[in-house]
């Protein structure tokens, strides 16, 4: 199961109901942060997560909106004795700017350790089945979208090992993917036991950028999607040109063409009070659309197995 929780969903100042920019996502222990906006640690604690578990922070970007909550989160990190590293991705500059803003977090009981993005697109595994993908996208300053992919390794097949004479001391390992040589110089291979891959988890999160096809690309077929809604309002649509942000139906069409299962709406301008009055125009282009709200969680978990 993945748990993935909308920390915040303002775009450029916090209002007292909404938190600025931020994503949580959890899987099987790991713990990804995707930006870091202020109030970002009081939303975790309305949440009742917690920020010490916290494996990896990426950010799409570097204004303040995206990573104004950074310092005041490391320092809780240290204050809860934390010593494990910490892996902090986005696009180059990052080591500049996080050392900038430790200047009043200058001492850490714990290692940060560094992926300055510099690619179109780059893949990082954090798990054996986990992939983080990042892509850039259109925004004003170098900027990236993120996707997470859980894979699944195929259903273990009796029928399979017993027709292959495998013994039944191997099974467990080849089943967690092991590549095994026996003392008879033999070698097993986790296929000869598995059967196809199963379907495995998609989430996409982009935000601060015009619509670009490495976003339909990178969300194709996600069971969830993320994504900017600056605008909602119609008469809006040049100003998100003019500053390079999206507006309801554009990030609406963009999970249409990607075929995504769900569309989250996030990141809404000051300006936008209250965004569901506009979600029935948005809801005639993709009708699993929401507007997102703080805190707002989504616990996705793996289809049943098909026969």
């Known amino acids: ?75 809780t990190m240290g204050n809860a004795e934390r010593t494990e590293p910490l892996l902090m991705i986005g696009p180059k500059g990052l080591i500049r700017v996080v050392s900038a803003l430790r200047m009043i977090a200058p001492e850490l009981p714990f290692a940060i350790e560094f992926h300055e993005l510099s690619e179109k697109e780059e893949q990082i595994r954090l798990a054996d089945d986990m992939v983080l993908s990042a892509f850039r996208v259109a925004h004003n300053i170098a900027c990236y979208g993120y996707s997470i992919k859980i894979s699944r390794i195929g259903r273990f097949s009796t029928q399979r090992a017993e027709a292959a004479k495998i013994g039944k001391c191997y099974w467990n390992r080849l089943q967690k993917g092991e590549i095994i040589t026996t003392e008879e110089g033999v070698t097993l291979t986790p296929d000869m036991v598995l059967g196809p891959a199963r379907k495995g988890l998609h989430v996409t ?15 194709k077929g996600a069971d969830l999607f993320i994504c900017e809604g600056m605008y909602g309002e119609p008469d809006k649509q040049e100003k998100a040109k003019e500053y390079k942000h999206m507006t309801f139906h554009e990030a609406a069409r963009l999970a249409k063409a990607a075929g995504v299962k769900s569309l989250w709406l996030t990141h809404y301008s000051p300006s936008l009070l209250r965004p569901e009055p506009f979600m029935k125009a948005v809801r005639a282009i993709f009708p699993a659309a929401h507007a997102g709200k703080d805190g707002k969680t989504a616990e996705l978990k793996f289809e049943e197995d098909g026969e």
């Not at 099987?28 to 640690?41: R, S």
């Open 205 to 219: 999160y982009c935000t601060d950028t015009r619509p670009v096809e490495a976003i339909v690309q990178n969300a």
């Open 1 to 75: 199961m993945l748990d993935v929780c909308l920390l915040g969903t303002g775009g450029m100042m916090p209002l007292p109901y909404r938190w600025l920019t931020s994503l949580m996502v959890r899987y099987n222990g790991k713990n990804i942060l995707i930006d870091c906006g202020e109030g970002t640690q009081i939303a975790l604690k309305e949440k009742g997560w917690s920020p010490n578990p916290i494996d990896v922070i990426c950010f799409t970007h570097y204004h303040a909106d995206h990573i104004s909550g950074l310092p005041g989160m490391l320092l």
